[in-house]
C-alpha cells in the first residue's frame, strides 16, 4: 500500500525535507537524516505503509528487523559509536520506520534521550555524499 501524502511511500520532494534516500535493503529502504547532531543518524523504512509492526507477518517482521540490524552494523563499521539508540515513532505519519540514532561519549545527548530533530547540524551536499559512501561501503 502507498499512501500519497508520505514522504517514504513517495520520496522525491516530501523525503528531500528531512532525508536522503540511500539505497533499498531487502524489505526497506535506508535514509540518512539530514539532521546530524548525532553523525551517522538514519533511518529504516519499511516498503510498504503499514502503522504497525502488528500489520506484518512473522517473515516480513524478521526481514524487517534485519534490515535494521544490517544498517546499525553499516554505522558502526562506519562512524564507530559508542552506542547505537533506536527509536520507532510515527503518531501522525503512520508508516513504520526506526531511527538509528549513533551516541558518543561526551558528545551531544550522551547520556539522554535524543531530539527528534534539534535543528543543530546541517552538512553540505558533498558532507552527506561522503557519509552515504562511508555506509554503503560497509552494508
Not at 53 to 58: E, Y
Not at 70 to 95: L, M, Q, W
Amino acid at each position: 500500500m502507498i499512501d500519497t501524502h508520505c514522504g517514504y511511500c513517495v520520496k522525491g520532494e516530501p523525503l528531500a525535507k528531512f532525508g536522503i534516500y540511500i539505497c533499498d535493503l531487502s524489505v526497506s529502504m535506508l535514509i540518512l537524516f539530514k539532521e546530524q547532531s548525532h553523525p551517522g543518524r538514519c533511518i529504516v523504512a519499511y516498503k510498504d505503509h503499514i502503522s504497525e509492526m502488528t500489520d506484518m507477518s512473522a517473515e516480513e517482521r524478521h526481514a524487517f528487523y534485519d534490515d535494521v540490524a544490517r544498517a546499525a552494523k553499516a554505522i558502526h563499521e562506519a562512524f564507530h559509536p559508542d552506542k547505537v539508540n533506536y527509536g520507532s515513532y510515527a503518531d501522525t505519519g503512520c508508516h513504520l520506520h526506526v531511527h538509528l540514532v549513533p551516541k558518543y561519549k561526551d558528545q551531544f545527548e550522551w547520556n539522554t534521550t535524543f531530539e527528534m530533530n534539534p535543528q543543530r547540524v546541517f552538512l553540505s551536499d558533498e558532507e552527506y555524499a561522503d557519509m552515504i559512501e562511508k555506509i554503503k561501503q560497509h552494508l
